[in-house]
């Protein structure tokens, strides 16, 4: 059995840490300054290293003390979302989810009555948001994120690949259905405002968005509209372009699905409440 030092000592080496002195950290923890001090210093002792210095007329931090002190916020903004969440229980709060305004737009809300329609007890509050939010800080239950899946402290798991396909208009392509990323690269294009998932899977696919001759339209129906219009070149969700592609009014000229990019449920690593273990069991089936 691993043993820890005492968590009083814990919790004012890390008040201390991230308030910058042993004055600072005493207000915070209700505590005398020396109290603060005898407790860093007892810590130091267990450990058998320096964790703080002086630096001038405060304190630094050491190396070994830089990694502690990060290891020791983390783990008490998770025991502290642990505590918020045991105390609310299942009493109807809302679940918090935080993803991406083209994910909530385009691939959940469509489907979102489904959910409700099983699980009407279970209210949701979606927060879009084209940043990385920090979970632990805004107390949210599940993120939907583009990427590979790898973010540090936190669980992920593979939602839906993010199947992206360029598109253009017949009269843009003429009688070409398939370009590869050299012949893309000499069309103009049409990007919507804010499209930074697109912009990304362009740079997997080889192209630079920043060097292609492009239009940027504010609002996801004037992109589309100007595609369709024969504008330029046009990157959506495959999903998303049933009716365009089967009336023929767009036409796919190039598509690539990457297994390790695409759109994550990522959550913090503690047990799940009820509601959020139903939320994700529905994403998973209405993603299969």
Do not use: C, K
């Not at 804010?194 to 129906?221: K, N």
């Amino acid at each position: 059995m691993i043993q820890l030092p005492s968590l009083t000592s814990l919790r004012a080496f890390e008040a201390a840490a991230r308030l910058g002195g042993f004055s600072a950290a005493a207000r915070e923890l209700n505590v005398t300054h020396a109290a603060v001090a005898q407790q860093v210093r007892g810590l130091e002792t267990s450990l058998g290293v320096t964790l703080l210095e002086r630096a001038g007329r405060g304190l630094a931090l050491t190396s070994e003390g830089e990694r502690l002190a990060a290891a020791l916020a983390a783990g008490f903004e998770t025991i502290a979302a642990a505590v918020q969440e045991v105390r609310a229980g299942e009493d109807g709060r809302p679940l918090q989810v935080t993803l991406t305004p083209a994910f909530a737009s385009q691939w959940l809300v469509p489907r979102l009555g489904r959910f409700w329609a099983r699980h009407p007890e279970v209210p949701i509050s979606l927060h879009p948001d084209r940043q990385v939010v920090d979970l632990a800080r805004t107390g949210m239950d599940l993120a939907i994120r583009l990427g590979e899946g790898q973010w540090t402290g936190l669980e992920s798991e593979l939602l839906v690949p993010a199947a992206y396909t360029v598109v253009g208009a017949p009269s843009l392509l003429g009688d070409r259905d398939r370009l590869d990323p050299p012949q893309m690269a000499a069309l103009p294009w049409i990007f919507e405002e804010g499209s930074h998932e697109e912009r990304a899977w362009l740079r997997r696919i080889g192209l630079d968005p920043d060097a292609l001759q492009a239009t940027t339209m504010p609002t996801e129906e004037l992109a589309l509209s100007a595609a369709r219009s024969g504008y330029g070149l046009y990157v959506e969700l495959l999903a998303l372009l049933g009716d365009d592609l089967a009336s023929g009014r767009l036409r796919a000229v190039h598509a690539a699905t990457d297994p390790r990019f695409g759109f994550w449920m990522v959550r913090r690593p503690m047990p799940p409440r009820r509601a959020l273990r139903r939320f994700m069991a529905w994403l998973r089936a209405e993603a299969g």
